[in-house]
Antibody, heavy 116, light 107 residues
Framework: EEQLLESGGDLVQPGGSLRLSCAAS????????MSWVRQAPGKGLEWISAISGGRDNTFYADSVKGRFTISRDNSKNTLYLHLSSLGVEDTAIYSC?????????WGPGTLVTVSS | DIQMTQSPSSLSASVGDRVTITCRAS??????LAWIQQKPGKTPKLLIY???TLQSGVPSRFSGSGFGTDFTLTISSLQPEDAASYYCQKYDGAPWTFGQGTKVEIK
């Protein structure tokens, strides 16, 4: 069964950095495009970044471009999101997800809180 | 980018009612459409993908339909635990986009 599990969420001060991990199981994540999505308190869902399968092309929403970096470690079958220059507006549940054929797989999410 | 338009933005219904939420894509997305449930303080939960495939463990009162640009989420008999916000999501390619959400309240 294809599964994703995020980790790394924490309380961080404004201006700080954090690295989120998304461990894949049941499939080889390097073969598929993968995305990060977030939901801030009281707000809707927002796609923030993606990495393509194979060539590792990367894509970012304007709201995080230049501050967040998506990457993948194929040896660990794990997706990452490095967050930097964090602001209170980045407080959210961060989830990773992937499309395998027409199937969509979501992880349960990890909470990032930016506060002093 | 493809825009996803959801309606209504909110609704209030009684337990046992049939509830329908619609989602329209600004361009065709074949069946790369998912429905996500979000309860306050909880992580998002995938209900349906490929427009009509029920995620494992999701009650059968939830169903989805549609293809191309017009999609529907139906709750056949609303239950108290279905009070939540529901989002449609297109996932055919980056960027993924989401509808604005529909807040479902129980009368």
């Amino acid at each position: 069964e294809e599964q994703l599990l995020e980790s790394g969420g924490d309380l961080v001060q404004p201006g700080g950095s954090l690295r989120l991990s998304c461990a894949a199981s049941g499939f080889i994540c390097s073969n598929y495009g993968m995305s990060w999505v977030r939901q801030a308190p009281g707000k809707g869902l927002e796609w923030i970044s993606a990495i393509s399968g194979g060539r590792d092309n990367t894509f970012y929403a304007d709201s995080v471009k230049g501050r967040f970096t998506i990457s993948r470690d194929n040896s660990k079958n794990t997706l990452y999101l490095h967050l930097s220059s964090l602001g209170v507006e980045d407080t959210a549940i961060y989830s990773c997800a992937t499309r395998i054929g027409v199937m969509l797989v979501w992880g349960p999410g990890t909470l990032v809180t930016v506060s002093s | 980018d493809i825009q996803m338009t959801q309606s209504p933005s909110s609704l209030s219904a009684s337990v046992g009612d049939r509830v329908t939420i619609t989602c329209r894509a600004s361009q065709g997305i074949t069946n790369y459409l998912a429905w996500i449930q979000q309860k306050p303080g909880k992580t998002p939960k995938l209900l349906i993908y490929a427009a009509s495939t029920l995620q494992s463990g999701v009650p059968s009162r939830f169903s989805g339909s549609g293809f191309g640009t017009d999609f529907t989420l139906t709750i056949s008999s609303l239950q108290p635990e279905d009070a939540a916000s529901y989002y449609c999501q297109k996932y055919d390619g980056a960027p993924w986009t989401f509808g604005q959400g529909t807040k479902v309240e129980i009368k």
